[in-house]
Antibody
Framework: QVQLQESGPGLVKPSQTLSLTCTVS??????????WSWIRQPAGKGLEWIGRIYTSGSTNYNPSLKSRVTISVDTSKNQFSLKLSSVTAADTAVYYC????????????WGQGTLVTVSS | NFMLTQPHSVSESPGKTVTISCTRSSGSIASNYVQWYQQRPGSSPTTVIY?????PSGVPDRFSGSIDSSSNSASLTISGLKTEDEADYYC??????????FGGGTKLTVL
C-alpha cells in the first residue's frame, strides 16, 4: 500500500526558508484523483493544515500561511515538497505529509512526521 | 474560515462508553464530511472514522461516528472502552473553498 516519508533539515535558522520533501512509495503520485497535503503540529498542540497540491500543480493553501508557503510536485521522482519562508520559532513543529482524498477531504495515509526546529 | 470545537479532555472507565463532540462554528456540519483521527503519543494520526460514520478496515466496531444537524456537530462514540483507546482524537472537515480544518483535539483518558 502507499507509504509516505518526510525528509529535510531538522534545524532551520530564523528568517530562513524551511524546505521539506515527501516521498511517496508503493504507488504512483499521479494515479487516482488524490491531492497531497502538508500538515504540522507544534509540540503539545493540535494539527494545522498547511496546504495541498494536485499532480497538475494546482494548489490550495491555508490563508494564515499562504503568503509564506509554496508546495510543489515532482512526478518523475514521486515526490512533493514544502517551502515555508521567513520562519520564526512559532514554525517549530512536527511536519507531516499525507494523501488527501478530495471527495471526502480525508487524510490517509500519513507519513511518520519530521521535527523541524527553528533556532539560531 | 470555520472552526471545529472539541472538548479539551474527557475521561471514562474501562468498559464504559464515551462520546466526543465536534461543533462547527459556521456552515452546516452536514454539508461536508467529517473525519476522526486517533493519535497516540509519538505517532502519526490514524483514521478511526471517515465520511461521517464509516470505519476503515481494522478499526473495531466499538468506534462509531454521527452527525447532528440540530446542534451542528459531529460525534465520535467509543463503547467498551479499553486502555489502548487512550489517545488524542481530532475531528476534521472542510469547506467549499477546499480549506481543510482540524478541531483542537480531545485527550481521552481511560482510567
Amino acid at each position: 500500500q502507499v507509504q509516505l516519508q518526510e525528509s529535510g533539515p531538522g534545524l532551520v535558522k530564523p528568517s530562513q526558508t524551511l524546505s521539506l520533501t515527501c516521498t511517496v512509495s508503493g504507488g504512483s503520485i499521479s494515479s487516482g484523483s488524490y491531492y497531497w497535503s502538508w500538515i504540522r503540529q507544534p509540540a503539545g498542540k493540535g494539527l494545522e493544515w498547511i496546504g495541498r497540491i494536485y499532480t497538475s500543480g494546482s494548489t490550495n493553501y491555508n490563508p494564515s500561511l499562504k503568503s509564506r508557503v509554496t508546495i510543489s510536485v515532482d512526478t518523475s521522482k514521486n515526490q512533493f515538497s514544502l517551502k515555508l519562508s521567513s520562519v520564526t520559532a512559532a514554525d517549530t513543529a512536527v511536519y507531516y505529509c499525507a494523501r488527501d482524498y478530495p471527495p471526502l477531504a480525508w487524510f490517509d495515509p500519513w507519513g511518520q512526521g519530521t521535527l523541524v526546529t527553528v533556532s539560531s | 474560515n470555520f472552526m471545529l470545537t472539541q472538548p479539551h479532555s474527557v475521561s471514562e472507565s474501562p468498559g464504559k462508553t464515551v462520546t466526543i463532540s465536534c461543533t462547527r462554528s459556521s456552515g452546516s456540519i452536514a454539508s461536508n464530511y467529517v473525519q476522526w483521527y486517533q493519535q497516540r503519543p509519538g505517532s502519526s494520526p490514524t483514521t478511526v472514522i471517515y465520511e461521517d460514520n464509516q470505519r476503515p478496515s481494522g478499526v473495531p466496531d466499538r468506534f462509531s461516528g454521527s452527525i447532528d444537524s440540530s446542534s451542528n456537530s459531529a460525534s465520535l462514540t467509543i463503547s467498551g472502552l479499553k486502555t489502548e483507546d487512550e489517545a488524542d482524537y481530532y475531528c476534521q472537515s472542510y469547506d467549499s473553498s477546499n480549506q481543510r480544518v482540524f478541531g483542537g483535539g480531545t485527550k481521552l483518558t481511560v482510567l
